[in-house]
């Protein structure tokens, strides 16, 4: 029985052998499904058909909104931290990189003005609701404000549910309006708001919600910006108003409806656009590069054959033509190890593609699609060579100094090596990266440049390997439909002055799916919008970038072990596992008493503090300083003693721009210590501390009395006083701090009561820091030969401070004082009346002068 079962068990082998090797030959006569199927004609394709043929508004007719001396910065007052319609009104000026404070509504309105201007030239309110109830006397300063500096409101109006008050009369106002209602239409009316918008358009897919709220404009006091066609009667309402100021002087654009609905968000960014005004650079030109990234990698079955690569070259053609991107180019990137690797109707693919390499520009990954951050630069550099020899003997026209690195690693978190090796073999100027500072959300990508590479954002288009058909796309079909109608693909080009999209070649292999999108989104936006849509190099691209946002130019450095992206993507350089960053960082500013509290913290057995730095002795001056642009793995060497509280002291941190940014980047968690001496003393130290080091204008006024009125036309003198007083306007570069920092991270000391009493200021930093209790008195005492307090080491001798420490100088002459009290007198009341509004404890000094 047994052989019976073998013997038949062999036969079903011996047949399954024949009908294999008979469907192995079939499969080599007759061509794959992969080039039997009919690429690049999905059943979904159709044209989108522009709402009407008008012709865009220039840029030369624009109108502006004209305030009154202000700052080109906007006041957010949202319902909550956590409202998610707040939220998308943040993404948008994140975006649009429109400086901005973001406040929830509370009792309390922020401060409005500075001594000389106004702080706001915008004000946006999400909820129009709240506003109008405020408590009165928060709505009359916020509307004198207004008034005063010229400054519009914009505002959102949401539906309520109560059918009982469908018609209402906004508060206050003439103008009614209609709660619930839904609309079959949207059209755009001339005004000088619209910027990037069509005007004269109608749009019919608005969907059939009945939430709207629609205005009646009827008077001359308001001007319809958008109007929607109410389903019920037909009637048509303004659905985004502008109440011109005719009735108390206060310009607003209110809007009936959240910015989620695409249309009603584009209106929204052109009233950014009109309220910000001409000081602001603006412009319709919209600069799209499409990289097709990996164009020889890829497995068997799913890369390009030769039609795909005469259809990329008819819709180049198409692109330029068609939508007036006169010079347009598909960006191709080649990993040379891998081409002619598919089948052989892909292999002739490839080779048509360098036949036809003359028409596109080429631009160089690594030889085998390498990861930069697991090779040293040996290694990089010998990729490289490889994929330069390999463009060199296809003729590959690699016209621009431009490069990316597979997956982005490398560029952010940064591969130095990586740098050094593109600038060696490529001679590479610019790049692009997803990575910065973070990969999500999109709307806050931002460029710099490092090592003289220009690392410009790259933008995400829907499109990956994997997406090559309509109907395996995940989310379907309407996803892509969505995306590119009024989705985030068409408010990446609307919000970027440059975008680089990468895709892939399977992009443009089976359905094409790459050219059906940017087909579309082209369409797309030469229907609905003034945009200009251009071609340049990656070259040009940075330079015109950098113009326009040269605050980018320095990195800003974050924490790469932090977020779980670029922790996957870190160089070896960087041990995530045993990274050490400060949790507390000592501010100054600078001659305050610093450095003796530096001294002295550090002596508790749960503290460490940065090791010394060449040149600057204990302070490391990473934050705003020169120091800053050797990057992270130069800060972090300074750190490598683990502690309960890792800290460093700074002086010069406090008054500097850029330092509170750039700080709360890398370590937002930090605690952050601030030492508050009466600014008139903290000036005349200064002064004395720079004729100690010679400094030549000091030497020739001899003391401090002279520079008030020798700086009234002396440069040099001026100079010198500025930089005596300016670390003394202390709220004024505290507000800078508060922008980044929550105010429960922050501690102020009293300097004179830390020269007097260094023990008790030391005990409460100690709880203050939730650090075990240590008994200062046993390792600190006060030295009479020099005036203040010293360490005590374990011989019980004396160690102080060095000469430069406690100086002793002539006492401030009263005439002196007179002046420099004079010059902080309302800096001072203003620290006084933050500190008393904030509850925190007022320095003794400050109460005698605030009396």
Same mark, same amino acid.
């Given at each position: 029985?047994?052989?019976?079962?073998?013997?038949?068990?062999?036969?079903?082998?011996?047949?399954?052998?024949?009908?294999?090797?008979?469907?192995?030959?079939y =499969?080599?006569?007759?061509?794959?499904?992969?080039?039997?199927?009919?690429?690049?004609?999905?059943?979904?394709?159709?044209?989108?058909?522009? +709402?009407?043929?008008?012709?865009?508004?220039?840029?030369?007719?624009?109108?502006?909104?004209?305030?009154?001396?202000?700052?080109?910065? %906007?006041?957010?007052?949202?319902?909550?931290?956590?409202?998610?319609?707040?939220?998308?009104?943040?993404?948008?000026?994140? #975006?649009?990189?429109?400086?901005?404070?973001?406040?929830?509504?509370?009792?309390n309105?922020?401060?409005?003005?500075?001594?000389?201007?106004?702080?706001?030239?915008?004000?946006?309110?999400?909820?129009?609701y709240?506003?109008?109830?405020?408590?009165? !006397?928060? $709505?009359?300063?916020?509307?004198?404000?207004?008034?005063?500096?010229?400054?519009?409101?914009?505002?959102?109006?949401?539906?309520?549910?109560?059918?009982?008050?469908?018609?209402?009369?906004?508060?206050?106002?003439?103008?009614?309006?209609?709660?619930?209602?839904?609309?079959?239409?949207?059209?755009?009316?001339?005004?000088? &708001?619209?910027?990037?918008?069509?005007?004269?358009?109608?749009?019919?897919?608005?969907?059939?919600?009945?939430?709207?709220?629609?205005?009646?404009?009827?008077?001359?006091?308001?001007?319809?910006?958008?109007? *929607?066609?109410?389903?019920?009667?037909?009637?048509?309402?303004?659905?985004?108003?502008?109440?011109?100021?005719?009735?108390?002087?206060?310009?607003?654009?209110?809007?009936?409806?959240?910015?989620?609905?695409?249309?009603?968000?584009?209106?929204?960014?052109?009233?950014? !656009?009109?309220?910000?005004?001409?000081?602001?650079?603006?412009?319709?030109? $919209?600069?799209?590069?499409?990289?097709?990234?990996?164009?020889?990698?890829?497995?068997?079955?799913? $890369?390009?054959?030769?039609d795909?690569?005469?259809?990329l070259?008819?819709?180049?053609?198409?692109f330029?033509?068609?939508?007036?991107?006169?010079?347009?180019?598909?960006?191709?990137?080649? =990993?040379?190890?891998y081409?002619?690797?598919?089948?052989?109707?892909?292999?002739?693919?490839?080779?048509?593609?360098?036949?036809?390499?003359?028409?596109?520009?080429?631009?160089?990954?690594?030889?085998?699609?390498?990861?930069?951050?697991?090779?040293?630069?040996?290694y990089?550099?010998?990729f490289?060579?490889?994929?330069?020899?390999?463009?060199? @003997?296809?003729?590959?026209?690699?016209?621009?100094?431009?490069?990316?690195?597979?997956?982005?690693?490398?560029?952010?978190?940064v591969?130095?090596?990586?740098?050094?090796?593109?600038?060696?073999v490529?001679?590479?100027?610019?790049?692009?990266t997803?990575?910065?500072?973070?990969?999500?959300?999109?709307?806050?990508?931002?460029?710099?440049?490092?090592?003289?590479?220009?690392?410009?954002?790259?933008?995400?288009?829907?499109?990956?390997?994997?997406?090559?058909?309509?109907?395996?796309?995940? *989310?379907?079909?309407?996803y892509?439909?969505?995306? &590119?109608?009024?989705?985030?693909?068409?408010?990446?080009?609307?919000?970027?002055? %440059?975008?680089?999209?990468?895709?892939?070649?399977?992009n443009?292999?089976?359905d094409?799916?790459?050219?059906?999108?940017?087909?579309?989104?082209?369409?797309?936006?030469?229907? !609905?919008?003034?945009?200009?849509?251009? !071609?340049?190099s990656?070259?040009?691209?940075?330079?015109?970038?950098?113009?326009?946002?040269?605050?980018?130019k320095?990195?800003?450095?974050?924490?790469?072990?932090?977020?779980?992206?670029h922790?996957?993507?870190?160089?070896?350089?960087?041990?995530?596992?045993?990274?050490?960053?400060?949790?507390?960082?000592?501010? *100054?500013?600078?001659?305050?008493?610093?450095?003796?509290?530096?001294?002295?913290l550090?002596?508790?057995?749960?503290?460490?503090?940065?090791?010394?730095?060449?040149g600057?002795?204990? /302070?490391?001056?990473?934050?705003?300083? @020169?120091?800053?642009?050797?990057?992270?793995?130069?800060?972090l060497?300074?750190?490598?003693?683990?502690?309960?509280?890792?800290?460093?002291?700074?002086?010069?941190?406090?008054?500097?721009?850029?330092?509170?940014?750039?700080?709360?980047?890398?370590?937002?968690?930090?605690?952050?210590?601030? &030492?508050?001496?009466?600014?008139?003393?903290?000036?005349?130290?200064?002064?004395?501390?720079?004729?100690?080091?010679?400094?030549?204008?000091?030497? @020739?006024?001899g003391?401090?009395?002279?520079?008030?009125?020798?700086?009234?036309?002396?440069?040099l003198?001026?100079?010198?006083?500025? $930089?005596?007083?300016?670390?003394?306007?202390? &709220?004024?570069?505290?507000?800078?701090?508060?922008?980044?920092?929550?105010?429960?991270?922050?501690?102020?000391?009293?300097?004179?009561?830390?020269r007097?009493? +260094?023990?008790?200021?030391?005990?409460?930093?100690?709880?203050?820091?939730d650090?075990?209790?240590?008994?200062?008195?046993?390792?600190?005492?006060?030295?009479?030969?020099?005036g203040?307090h010293?360490?005590?080491? /374990?011989?019980?001798?004396?160690?102080?401070?060095?000469? =430069?420490?406690?100086?002793?100088?002539?006492?401030?002459?009263? #005439?002196?004082?007179?002046?420099?009290?004079?010059?902080?007198?309302?800096?001072?009341?203003?620290?006084?009346?933050?500190?008393?509004?904030?509850?925190?404890?007022?320095? *003794?000094?400050?109460?005698?002068?605030?009396?």
């Amino acid at each position: 029985m047994n052989g019976f079962i073998n013997h038949r068990f062999l036969r079903f082998i011996k047949y399954l052998l024949i009908v294999l090797s008979i469907f192995a030959v079939y =499969s080599l006569i007759i061509p794959s499904k992969n080039v039997l199927k009919e690429r690049g004609k999905p059943k979904y394709v159709e044209n989108y058909k522009c +709402p009407a043929d008008w012709t865009p508004k220039d840029e030369e007719n624009w109108e502006f909104h004209q305030n009154n001396g202000t700052d080109q910065k %906007v006041l957010l007052i949202s319902d909550s931290l956590f409202s998610r319609h707040g939220k998308l009104i943040t993404q948008v000026l994140t #975006a649009l990189k429109i400086p901005f404070k973001s406040e929830a509504v509370s009792k309390n309105i922020p401060v409005l003005t500075t001594s000389r201007k106004g702080r706001y030239s915008l004000i946006i309110i999400e909820n129009y609701y709240k506003y109008l109830n405020m408590p009165r !006397w928060n $709505r009359q300063l916020l509307d004198k404000y207004c008034m005063d500096y010229k400054v519009p409101v914009i505002s959102f109006i949401a539906s309520k549910p109560n059918d009982q008050l469908k018609r209402i009369r906004i508060k206050g106002s003439s103008l009614w309006m209609w709660q619930n209602q839904q609309i079959q239409s949207l059209s755009t009316h001339p005004s000088k &708001i619209h910027k990037i918008t069509k005007e004269n358009t109608t749009r019919l897919d608005v969907g059939n919600s009945s939430d709207w709220v629609v205005f009646e404009e009827n008077t001359k006091k308001f001007e319809t910006i958008l109007s *929607g066609k109410v389903t019920k009667n037909g009637k048509d309402r303004a659905v985004v108003i502008h109440d011109i100021g005719i009735e108390d002087g206060v310009n607003r654009i209110l809007f009936g409806r959240n910015i989620s609905d695409w249309t009603i968000k584009m209106t929204f960014i052109d009233s950014i !656009w009109w309220a910000i005004g001409k000081n602001m650079q603006f412009s319709l030109d $919209r600069f799209i590069q499409v990289d097709i990234d990996d164009i020889f990698v890829g497995a068997q079955g799913t $890369r390009m054959l030769e039609d795909d690569v005469i259809n990329l070259l008819a819709y180049q053609q198409k692109f330029r033509n068609k939508y007036n991107i006169s010079n347009f180019h598909f960006m191709l990137g080649f =990993s040379g190890s891998y081409f002619r690797n598919g089948d052989e109707n892909e292999d002739k693919g490839d080779e048509l593609l360098i036949e036809k390499a003359s028409n596109f520009v080429w631009f160089p990954h690594m030889w085998r699609h390498n990861h930069a951050h697991e090779h040293n630069y040996t290694y990089l550099e010998a990729f490289m060579v490889q994929n330069k020899m390999f463009a060199e @003997n296809m003729r590959l026209p690699v016209n621009y100094t431009y490069a990316i690195a597979p997956q982005h690693d490398g560029v952010y978190p940064v591969h130095e090596q990586l740098y050094d090796a593109w600038k060696k073999v490529w001679k590479v100027s610019v790049t692009a990266t997803e990575e910065y500072p973070h990969f999500k959300p999109s709307t806050s990508r931002k460029a710099f440049i490092y090592k003289n590479i220009s690392v410009l954002p790259r933008q995400t288009c829907g499109l990956y390997t994997h997406t090559q058909t309509f109907d395996t796309y995940p *989310g379907g079909f309407d996803y892509v439909q969505n995306l &590119i109608r009024g989705g985030d693909l068409f408010f990446t080009v609307l919000l970027n002055p %440059v975008s680089i999209f990468m895709t892939h070649q399977q992009n443009y292999a089976h359905d094409r799916l790459a050219l059906y999108t940017f087909e579309n989104l082209f369409e797309f936006l030469r229907c !609905w919008t003034n945009l200009k849509i251009k !071609w340049q190099s990656p070259i040009e691209s940075a330079k015109m970038y950098f113009e326009r946002f040269e605050e980018e130019k320095v990195p800003l450095w974050t924490n790469p072990c932090i977020d779980p992206r670029h922790r996957i993507i870190t160089p070896p350089s960087i041990n995530c596992s045993n990274l050490t960053l400060p949790n507390l960082l000592i501010l *100054g500013p600078q001659k305050t008493g610093s450095t003796a509290l530096a001294n002295f913290l550090e002596i508790h057995p749960n503290v460490s503090q940065n090791s010394n730095v060449p040149g600057s002795f204990e /302070e490391v001056q990473f934050f705003g300083g @020169n120091n800053y642009k050797k990057g992270i793995e130069w800060y972090l060497s300074y750190f490598q003693q683990k502690a309960e509280i890792v800290f460093e002291k700074s002086a010069t941190y406090f008054d500097n721009p850029l330092a509170a940014k750039q700080a709360s980047a890398l370590v937002p968690n930090s605690k952050l210590i601030i &030492i508050l001496q009466n600014p008139a003393d903290r000036a005349y130290s200064w002064f004395q501390h720079m004729l100690a080091h010679k400094d030549e204008t000091a030497m @020739n006024l001899g003391n401090m009395t002279h520079i008030f009125e020798v700086s009234k036309n002396n440069t040099l003198a001026k100079k010198l006083l500025n $930089r005596c007083v300016s670390g003394g306007k202390y &709220i004024h570069h505290l507000e800078k701090w508060l922008e980044h920092f929550s105010l429960s991270q922050i501690m102020f000391i009293d300097s004179d009561v830390l020269r007097n009493q +260094p023990i008790k200021i030391l005990s409460k930093v100690t709880e203050w820091l939730d650090l075990p209790y240590f008994d200062y008195s046993k390792v600190i005492r006060f030295s009479p030969s020099k005036g203040f307090h010293c360490k005590i080491d /374990e011989n019980s001798k004396t160690r102080c401070l060095g000469e =430069s420490k406690g100086r002793k100088y002539e006492k401030m002459d009263e #005439a002196t004082r007179l002046e420099l009290d004079e010059i902080f007198a309302i800096d001072n009341s203003a620290l006084f009346k933050f500190l008393r509004k904030s509850r925190l404890e007022i320095p *003794g000094w400050l109460r005698k002068l605030i009396k």
